[in-house]
Structures are given as structure tokens and as C-alpha cells.
């Protein structure tokens, strides 16, 4: 069985700055995103697939025509992406398909539609922060994002959702460490809660690693990103629910981490745990 804390190895970055430590505690729930949005509930009439014409047609001028190819250059420019294993999805080009990946910076959360969807719409799954921000829910929704629900009526709604696309051969992106830990080299522990989704469905599932390497000039910048796709893990229907949410959870961690300590993986930041109880005793 893999263990949740098997050490990793990395590279610290070399810098002539003082390297930034970040301190946590809960390795599952701390958020060092920084964005501080006041939530505001989804509501009754929250709809998460909008099957009107003239949503349909807007949505894809701003998400094709726009979005994409700014976050192209962006990724590009910007973080210097590199992306491995292209190849590796082949296969499930005409397929539903659902992604996971650790999630290191906001820009995560589109790299796998730029660089590993083959032309496949793609969907994000994202907490309730990214659509209550004002004026703008219309447009992160036309972008591809889907908030999770906090509701039993909310969950209903966003199940079916989740169903309807990937029956239309899109692709959607999950983050089970759930919360952005800026350039963190590790791999977070997750439970399988989020695998529930393509092991009801029996959709496959694709593993992005996000690494970082070293730059060979501006060294005092930020490291450069490299994706690792991998091959498709399909669930067992032969296996119960709960062991088929286990085995591809499992499966993406077993990826994840095999990456994550590779030899380029550099440390721009580092995160030191702080033990709690000994914090209260001070």
C-alpha cells in the first residue's frame, strides 16, 4: 500500500535571494492561494449546463477563440511549460475522459485544456470561490468552470452535469489536493472521495505531474513547468464501487508521486510542517 508520507527527494533551487519557507499544519486543508473571496452560495437556480443557443455560441467564442489561445502564451511565455507524454492519450481522443493532477498554481487548472485535451472541451472542478466573484460568474462558467456543490439539492444537479459531459466526450479536470500550495514539489495526501465520478461512469483517467526545473539564464526567477501525462487508468467494473474509487486513486497517486521525485524537480519555495501542539505549548 502506498503511504500518504513517503519521502521525496528535490533539488533546492539555487538563488543568491534568502529562499521564501512557508509553514503549515494540515497538510489536506491549509490554502496558500491568497485570494480571500467572500463566497457566495450557488442558490436553488444555479445551473451548471446551459443549453441555450446564444450561451452555446458565446461560451465557445470565448473559451476557443480567446481563452485558449491567451493561456497558450501565457503557459508558454510565462512558465516556460514543457509538456511529456502526449502520446499517452492517443487512445481516448474520442472518449470522456477525466484528469487529475497536484495542484501547484492557478495555472493547473487550464494546462491540461491547452496542452493535454487534443481539441476536447474541458471542464474544472473548483470550489464555490470561483464563481462568486461579481460580474464575472457568467464568464468563468463560459470557461469551463464547474464549482462543487455544497448541497444535496447543489449535488444532484452537478452529478448529472458531470454525466451529461462526459457523454459528450469532454474532459474534465480534478484537483484532489483541492487546495493551490504555490510551486510545492511534493505530493499531498488525498482520499478517493473525488474518483467516485469516473468510477460510477467507468470513464477513464489521466494523471498530470506538474514539476518544476531550473532555468539556464534569469536563475533568480521563478523555475519553468513541465507536465507528465500518463497513460489512461480505466476502473474495474468488476470490483465494487468503493474499491474501484481506491484502485484509480491509487493508480494517479502511484504517478504523481513517481514524478514528483524525479531529479529536476526544484524547490522554489519551501514548506516546513509545524507540529500544532507543540505550537500551543510555546
Not at 467564442?61 to 492519450?89: D, E, Q, S, T
Not at 485535451?117 to 464555490?128: P, V
Amino acid at each position: 500500500m502506498l503511504s500518504f508520507f513517503e519521502p521525496i527527494s528535490t533539488i533546492t533551487l539555487e538563488m543568491s535571494k534568502k529562499q521564501k519557507v512557508v509553514t503549515y499544519t494540515d497538510p489536506l486543508n491549509d490554502d496558500f492561494a491568497g485570494t480571500k473571496i467572500k463566497r457566495i452560495p450557488l442558490g436553488p437556480k444555479f445551473k451548471y449546463v446551459h443549453k441555450n443557443i446564444f450561451w452555446r455560441f458565446f461560451a465557445t467564442i470565448i473559451y476557443r477563440v480567446f481563452a485558449l489561445p491567451i493561456l497558450w502564451c501565457v503557459a508558454k511565455i510565462g512558465y516556460g511549460v514543457k509538456v511529456y507524454g502526449k502520446k499517452n492519450i492517443r487512445e481516448i481522443r474520442h472518449k470522456g475522459v477525466f484528469f487529475y493532477g497536484n495542484h501547484t498554481m492557478i495555472a493547473d487548472a487550464w494546462n491540461p485544456q491547452i496542452f493535454a485535451m487534443g481539441g476536447k472541451r474541458g471542464y474544472i472542478l473548483a470550489n464555490q470561490d470561483a464563481t462568486s466573484i461579481k460580474g464575472v460568474r457568467w464568464l468563468v462558467q463560459m470557461m469551463g468552470c464547474m464549482p462543487v456543490p455544497e448541497t444535496l439539492e447543489e449535488n444532484a444537479a452537478f452529478k448529472e452535469a458531470i454525466a451529461y459531459r462526459i457523454k459528450q466526450k469532454a474532459g474534465i479536470v480534478i484537483y484532489p489536493e483541492r487546495h493551490i500550495w504555490p510551486y510545492y514539489t511534493h505530493i499531498r495526501p488525498f482520499p478517493d472521495d473525488s474518483f467516485v465520478y469516473p468510477a460510477e461512469l467507468l470513464a477513464p483517467v489521466v494523471a498530470i505531474a506538474v514539476t518544476y526545473r531550473q532555468r539556464w539564464l534569469f536563475k533568480k526567477c521563478s523555475p519553468r513547468m513541465t507536465m507528465h501525462i500518463s497513460k489512461p487508468f480505466y476502473p474495474d467494473p468488476k470490483l465494487s464501487l468503493a474499491d474501484r474509487k481506491k484502485q484509480l486513486r491509487d493508480d494517479v497517486y502511484a504517478f504523481l508521486l513517481r514524478h514528483a521525485s524525479e531529479d529536476e524537480n526544484v524547490e522554489w519555495i519551501r514548506y516546513v510542517k509545524v507540529d500544532k501542539s507543540k505550537e500551543r505549548a510555546d
